[in-house]
């Protein structure tokens, strides 16, 4: 079963809001990603997990605060999101990070608009 | 610099015809794993294929094809008998020795009419 839940699928949010994107896999996967996709662009990496350990922040905004509470889920905190931010938001896991490889399965990702 | 380049932005083509993706990546590692995705317009990425950098042999899946050429850097996607469930954009991808974290070309949107 190669499959990365996301939840939620759509988010409406507003600027002073506090949200939460949930991500879930049962592959047995050690590593977890996300990534920010916004409209007719590719996929930009976001932070990388792996054994449930951050290992990669792409100098991402302190806006974004990634979380990894066991090694089947991983989140995405929300606060004080600029309308910018708008964009397909993906998870994906892999086998390791390290073995380079090892190919990511994705999410469907959650569609978050900042109002 | 680690890069991948699709240079086909869009991509129309009439169902059953052939359709081939081309992808030309940039980097200075010996060890090195390309991938093709695709996506639907449900949003997720399906992983197609992987290829390592040592092993330039071509791959056939079903209607797929994959021609990995190390000399030209090149890493094209062929589509035989294109369907209509084929329309999706399709994305190269380069992953390298920082493990993980994939470098996408900028995808081409493929479109197949009825």
């Known amino acids: 079963d190669t499959e990365v839940t996301q939840t939620p699928k759509h988010l409406v949010m507003g600027m002073t809001n506090k949200k939460s994107l949930k991500c879930e896999q049962h592959?047995?996967?050690?590593?977890m990603y996300w990534y920010k996709q916004k409209a007719k662009k590719p996929p930009e990496l976001m932070f990388v997990?792996?054994?449930?350990?951050?290992?990669i922040n792409e100098s991402v905004p302190s806006r974004f605060s990634p979380e990894c509470p066991n090694s089947s889920l991983l989140n995405l905190h929300l606060h004080a999101l600029q309308p910018e931010d708008s964009a397909l938001y993906l998870c994906?896991?892999?086998?390791?990070?390290?073995?380079?490889?090892?190919?990511?399965?994705f999410g469907q990702g959650t569609r978050l608009t900042v109002v | 610099a680690q890069k991948v380049t699709q240079a086909q932005t869009e991509i129309s083509v009439v169902e059953k015809e052939d359709v081939t993706l081309d992808c030309v990546y940039e980097?200075?590692?010996?060890?090195?794993?390309l991938f093709w995705y695709k996506q639907p317009p449900s949003g997720e990425l399906v992983f197609l294929i992987r290829?390592?950098?040592?092993?330039?042999q071509n791959e056939i899946s079903g209607r797929y094809s994959w021609n990995f050429q190390k000399s030209t850097s090149s890493f094209n996607f062929t589509i035989t008998a294109s369907q209509v469930v084929d329309s999706a954009v399709y994305f190269c991808?380069?992953?390298?020795?920082?493990?993980?974290?994939?470098?996408f070309g900028q995808g081409t949107e493929l479109s197949v009419k009825p």
């Open positions: 994906a896991s892999s086998q390791e990070r390290g073995q380079v490889n090892t190919e990511a399965f």
């Open positions: 592959m047995g996967h050690r590593a």
């Open positions: 997990y792996s054994y449930e350990k951050l290992s």
């Open positions: 980097t200075r590692d010996t060890t090195y794993y």
């Open positions: 290829r390592n950098s040592f092993d330039e």
């Open positions: 991808a380069l992953s390298y020795n920082q493990g993980g974290k994939l470098i």
